[in-house]
């Protein structure tokens, strides 16, 4: 009898200890980028300051390894699931599961297309239009797109949301300043290299940038890339050409603090602190969360660029 | 055979040997040779300059060039430099292909190799020689993994190296812990966009490299003895050839110029990006050397015709940069260029070309 009285108390305190302490399970894209690192390693500080136990998937770009993870979550029992999607479409199945396991979940980062919105609880991502039109609005403010402005564009992948939605922000900024114009506008698929590449051609296509006041790039990598290529033209990035892009990452305030670069917005890598927020609300009984939950980045300068360097690189 | 009438057995032994002889030369395989040369290299070569044409059109300024920091400086520079890593991962493919085999992993070994010369400079103190020996070092031992899967363990080409394509991109991430590594060398860097005599040094790599390739396959047996495996290898066998040592030095050498294009590659960015660093590269080697005429069942191979290959691609490329249509084209431009290029490289379509004019003709000569 006393045996038995204490194994069932064991048992007890047991369920009882792992019901207490929160358990996540965030199934990440991968490690494909500086951002996509920083993105896993601020939701896993997120997790370990509010006493969460955090089960980590890394699907190295590969939807298959994400449902398997979801569907290792579900079986684990975790009391709730991050997902930051690798596309968009063929989440209705594990979605199911998950709801009918009554765990919740919340999409981070990129969309799911689903028929039926309570299959999530909520989906946090960053607004890449606003990003866009930040980066529009500080270029519109200097000096130089005052008069005629000749702009160069490097677009990200062809399809992808944050090249799609980035360059809608930018040109809804742009069509109230008529003396700007985008001329020249090609993919350098957010890459380094490809940047370089591609701007090479597109300043020897405008008579060698002359005339060309800005570079606008869908991400910091291929500004880097275009920065070299501006550089072996001939010609002063920063100065004779502003360049502007998004993301943020650490080697872009190098950029910017040697004077290269003018102007990044932040693609916010900080997506976990809100996440928790949803899910923590969620557990303790709020179920009417919004939908979709929007973050932005702040605009950064080269004014702040040596110190944000400094700070970020020790990371 | 001699058809005079009377003559001595002796002489008439002697006669007919000597003609054996003269036979067997006058058949005898000549290495890169072949009775059609002319076409084969003219097609490409048709094609490339159409693509120029056509940038000319699109840009009039094309075909200037200027000097600038004591360099050559223009568009025609720009598609040489950046087809280098292309090409020499099309100079070793072409060797690969032509054993019958193919190697997938290029791609993934430049990215292995750039890691390590990004991370070999951040570390430390490493001299650029040892920095560049390492790297190629690594691509070897990339190269050797597959030649030995192929040869040795008898796996398909195809499998053995998808297995390094895509471990060695993850064995880069790796080594780079996820991050793209940059580093400040100059020196370094110099291989991937500095210049010497007026060319970019990736220029001049490759021309080094297709010339040390050229004489060791055309001026030794080894490029014959390619060939006879990608034709037979168990034939090769039974007439002495080592067909599986002979596998394994493809690959091996595939993978030491896999292993300079990773180098090319990382001192232009100065950085390495593990993953995107040669990232279907590995495709469009392959297009290359097929552009070039070599057939994928092996047995043979042509390293110039590969690399005007390799041009066609980025000419076609920078074209469409400066074409200024919109992206979502680039990939359907390309592959419509692509398909027009091979279709002139075939025969059997020229002919059926041929067939549909002459018969126009006719119909127009009747009328």
């Known amino acids: 009898m006393k045996i038995k009285s204490i194994v069932a108390g064991l048992g007890l305190y047991f369920i009882c200890h792992s019901s207490f302490a929160t358990t996540v399970g965030f199934a990440q894209v991968g490690s494909e980028s500086g951002w996509r690192t920083s993105f896993s390693e601020s939701v896993k500080a997120e997790a370990k300051k509010r006493g969460i136990k955090l089960k980590f998937s890394d699907a190295q770009q590969k939807q298959e390894n994400q449902i398997k993870a979801v569907r290792s979550f579900i079986a684990q029992g975790v009391d709730a699931i991050i997902i930051a999607p690798v596309v968009e479409t063929g989440w209705t199945p594990v979605l199911k599961e998950a709801k009918r396991a009554r765990i919740p979940v919340v999409i981070v980062d990129r969309n799911v297309q689903v028929q039926d919105e309570s299959l999530f609880v909520t989906r946090i991502a960053s607004d890449f239009v606003e990003e866009g039109r930040k980066a529009a609005t500080w270029l519109m403010s200097q000096p130089q797109a005052q008069q005629q402005c000749n702009i160069i564009e490097l677009q990200g992948t062809v399809g992808a949301t944050a090249a799609i939605e980035r360059a809608k922000g930018f040109n809804q900024v742009l069509a109230q300043h008529p ?30 940038g002359k005339g060309i006041c800005a570079l606008w790039a869908h991400n910091d990598e291929m500004a880097l890339g275009a920065i070299q290529a501006i550089k072996e033209a001939g010609l002063k990035p920063g100065k004779e050409l502003l360049v502007v892009s998004v993301d943020a990452v650490p080697d872009y305030f190098k950029a910017m603090a040697d004077g290269d670069a003018n102007a990044t917005v932040e693609l916010n890598p900080h997506l976990g602190g809100p996440a928790f927020d949803v899910i923590e609300a969620y557990l303790k009984g709020k179920k009417d969360t919004a939908k979709l939950i929007r973050t932005t980045g702040d605009l950064f300068l080269q004014d702040t660029a040596a110190a944000e360097y400094e700070k970020r690189r020790l990371n | 055979m001699t058809n005079e009438g009377v003559v001595v057995d002796q002489t008439h032994q002697d006669q007919s040997k000597a003609d054996q002889l003269k036979a067997a030369r006058q058949a005898r395989y000549s290495p890169g040779q072949s009775a059609h040369q002319f076409s084969l290299y003219l097609y490409p070569l048709v094609a490339l300059a159409l693509l120029l044409l056509v940038n000319l059109l699109l840009d009039p300024q094309f075909f200037s060039l200027q000097w600038q920091d004591g360099r050559l400086y223009g568009p025609l520079i720009d598609i040489v430099n950046r087809s280098a890593p292309v090409a020499l991962l099309a100079i070793g493919m072409s060797l690969v292909i032509a054993t019958g085999g193919i190697d997938l992993s290029v791609g ?121 495996v990608g034709c037979n290898a168990k034939a090769s066998r039974y007439l002495g050839i080592d067909d599986r040592g002979i596998k394994l030095t493809v690959y091996l050498l595939a993978g030491g110029c896999a292993a300079l294009a990773g180098i090319i590659a990382t001192a232009d960015i100065q950085g390495s990006d593990a993953n995107n660093a040669g990232l279907w590269l590995e495709l469009d080697a392959i297009l290359a050397v097929v552009i070039g005429g070599a057939a994928l069942t092996g047995g043979r191979f042509s390293l110039p015709r590969a690399v005007i290959g390799v041009l066609i691609i980025q000419a076609l490329s920078t074209t469409i940069v400066v074409s200024g249509l919109p992206s979502k084209f680039n990939l359907l431009i390309k592959a419509l260029v692509i398909l027009l290029v091979l279709m002139l490289q075939s025969e059997l379509f020229r002919n059926q070309l041929k067939t ?9 000569g009747k009328a």
């Open chain 2, 356 to 364: 549909l004019f002459s018969f126009g003709k006719l119909r127009g």
């Open chain 1, 179 to 208: 003396q700007a114009k985008i001329v020249r506008s090609q993919t350098a698929e957010f890459t380094r290299a490809k940047g370089k590449e591609v701007m090479e051609s597109l300043l020897k296509a405008e008579q060698g």
């Open chain 2, 108 to 228: 993934a070994v430049m990215a292995i190799c750039g890691a390590v010369c990004a991370n070999l400079l951040v570390l430390g103190d490493w001299s650029i020689p040892a920095v560049i020996g390492l790297a190629v070092l690594t691509g070897l031992a990339c190269g050797l993994v597959n030649g030995f899967m192929v040869s040795y363990l008898g796996i398909q080409p195809i499998v053995a190296t998808l297995v390094l394509m895509v471990a060695g991109r993850g064995v880069a991430q790796l080594l780079n812990q996820g991050q793209i590594v940059t580093f400040q060398n100059p020196d370094f860097a110099a291989l991937g966009s500095g210049s010497f005599l007026a060319l970019p040094v990736p220029v001049w790599l490759v021309l080094l490299a297709l010339l040390m390739m050229q004489l060791l396959l055309r001026r030794t047996a080894l490029g014959l003895f390619i060939e006879a």
